[in-house]
């Protein structure tokens, strides 16, 4: 069974530049959840994705955005960088998000993005 | 609001010796906690978890944690601490709001040999 992967593991943006992060979920999972984890803090939920639509939002602008594949992998993008982006990312799947808290998330690596 | 507060930023303890770790969070509702361990490198492990049920709750590697409601607590604990535990370790609640955990800051453990 393959674990939650993410790529690319570090990332070096400059500040107003777009990025993309991926993630692929465990096998058989449907829901992706985003984090952002500043350095020295807890991971900040972002939002959450369950069968390709957005079920669930952090208070995180509209320059995070995402999408979930039929295969249920997901991608997070962020426009117009800002230096205060500079975090780890990471990515969790499970089961399925409704109560979701009875579904484990699995947890991966996380991208280490730094804005200049 | 929900919150969850991790009173202790660094703890340094001796390998073999106990450890506690401490949580408090403010949730309206019954709440769903976790303890999560992230060591270097690593993605967030699931330590245990509480729902329901038994207050007392055993985990992976040795670790327990009890749920208080009366003095909104749960507390991690290890009876005999070893190395690798080194690592940084996370209370988190779950919020039905927005399906949404909602995390500490962390406490930082480091062991002495």
């Known amino acids: 069974e393959t674990g939650v992967t993410q790529s690319p593991t570090h990332l070096i943006k400059t500040r107003g530049q777009q990025v993309t992060l991926r993630c692929s979920s465990q096998?058989?999972?449907?829901?992706v959840s985003w984090y952002q984890q500043a350095l020295g803090q807890g991971p900040q939920f972002i939002f959450q994705?369950?069968?390709?639509?957005?079920?669930g939002r952090g208070n995180f602008p509209p320059r995070f955005s995402g999408l979930q594949f039929p295969n249920y992998s997901s991608e997070l993008n962020v426009n117009a960088l800002e230096l205060d982006d500079s975090a780890l990312y990471l990515c969790?799947?499970?089961?399925?998000?409704?109560?979701?808290?009875?579904?484990?998330?699995?947890f991966g690596p996380g991208t280490r993005l730094t804005v200049l | 609001a929900q919150s969850v507060t991790q009173p202790d930023i660094h703890i340094t303890v001796s390998e073999g010796a106990s450890l506690e770790l401490r949580c408090n969070y403010s949730?309206?509702?019954?709440?769903?906690l976790f303890w999560y361990v992230q060591s270097p490198g690593q993605g967030l492990q699931l330590l245990l978890k509480?729902?329901?049920?038994d207050t007392l709750v055993q985990g992976i590697k040795g670790f327990e944690a009890e749920f208080k409601r009366s003095q909104s607590s749960f507390n991690l604990r290890k009876p005999s601490v070893h190395w690798s535990d080194a690592a940084e370790y996370f209370c988190?609640?779950?919020?039905?709001?927005?399906?949404?955990?909602?995390w500490g800051l962390g406490t930082s453990l480091a062991v002495n040999p």
């Open positions: 969790a799947s499970s089961l399925a998000p409704a109560g979701g808290s009875l579904y484990e998330q699995f």
């Open positions: 096998s058989g999972h449907n829901t």
């Open positions: 988190a609640v779950f919020t039905g709001n927005n399906r949404k955990l909602i």
């Open positions: 994705y369950y069968r390709e639509e957005e079920n």
């Open positions: 949730y309206g509702a019954t709440p769903y």
């Open positions: 509480y729902f329901s049920g």
